[in-house]
């Protein structure tokens, strides 16, 4: 994961049209790397004939794959909201990259450059076909069921409000969110819900 020439060929479905002008700017690229960790039982194992996403080990960091994810620009100051960039779904195991508009797209408000952090959506579709099948998850514990919080990295650690934001985000680099050591995120909740058992289903290149 550290290794910079091994991330730079990824890419990501866009799946939400981005705001474009006539008079096209410098686009702005973010990658990422999204992770989850296995709890799951009821999956084959890797001796299974067929088997596309085998069952690791408990604990094990398993790469999300055809999973849906909102990029937005983080924004602090006092009545200015975030703006939402766009949507995207991890078309593989590596690391993805998403690239989109920004001087002359409407959510960029003037600012230069964005502070650009992840939200996991809650849905996932199959990879390599145009009419795959998508999955949102839904809470039944209220009536009627309804799509769970989205999972945000806006606000970082206690020491580090923006240790998951690509901060400042120029033309012309790589801007990553989750720098090293980890170079990802990681999901944990979700792991344990039926929905990630059907995700594992579903995901496959």
């Known amino acids: 994961m550290r290794m910079l020439s091994a991330r730079l060929g990824l890419v990501l479905f866009v799946v939400s049209a981005l705001d474009h002008s006539t008079a096209r ?30 069952c690791g080990a408990t604990g094990d960091l398993m790469p999300a794959v055809g999973h849906y994810v909102e990029l937005w620009d983080k924004d602090t100051d006092a009545g200015d909201p975030d703006d939402k960039i766009g949507t995207w779904v991890k078309a593989n195991q590596s690391a993805g990259c998403a690239t989109f508009e920004w001087e002359q797209a409407s959510h960029s408000h003037g600012e230069t450059n964005p502070d650009v952090y992840l939200q996991y959506i809650n849905m996932v579709r199959q990879t390599g076909c145009p009419g795959c099948v998508k999955i949102t998850s839904l809470d039944g514990n209220v009536s ?62």
């Not at 700017?25 to 067929?50: I, M, N």
Request: net charge positive; glycine share 4%; charged share 20%.
């Open 144 to 205: 009627p069921p309804v799509p769970p919080a989205p999972t945000t990295w806006r606000e970082g650690t206690a020491t580090d409000p923006d240790a998951y934001v690509a901060v400042d985000c120029t033309s012309g680099s790589y801007c990553w969110i989750a720098n090293a050591p980890l170079w990802y995120l990681r999901l944990t909740s979700q792991a344990r819900w039926q929905f990630e058992l059907c995700c594992w289903i579903l995901r496959s290149t």
């Open 25 to 54: 700017a410098a686009t702005r690229t973010v990658c990422f790397q999204l992770k989850f960790v296995e709890d799951r039982s009821a999956c084959p194992d890797a001796s299974t004939p067929g088997a596309r996403r085998p």
